[in-house]
């Protein structure tokens, strides 16, 4: 059996979303971007393992070992 919550939100997100988000955000837009004007803040330094190239590709570093299929291994998984 499902409880009355699990059926009730749902349903009522549906309808936000479908029938008072178009008429409601319109006028609650401008409020919301005064307030959340700010950009992403983007660390040079993260905790992605690859470079950038200049010309915009994404470029991975590989630890130097590879699978017979061209793929790469990761050094730190656990082996049984």
Do not use: H
Request: hydrophobic share 40%.
């Amino acid at each position: 059996m499902v409880c009355i919550p699990c059926i009730v939100i749902p349903v009522l997100l549906w309808v936000y979303k479908r029938f008072l988000e178009p008429i409601i955000y319109p006028v609650i837009s401008p409020f919301i971007n005064a307030f959340w004007n700010k950009k992403a803040v983007t660390d040079a330094n993260s905790d992605q393992k690859g470079s950038e190239k200049s010309n915009g590709t994404y470029k991975p570093q590989s630890n130097g070992e590879v699978a017979a299929n061209g793929a790469t291994i990761a050094a730190d998984k656990k082996t049984d």
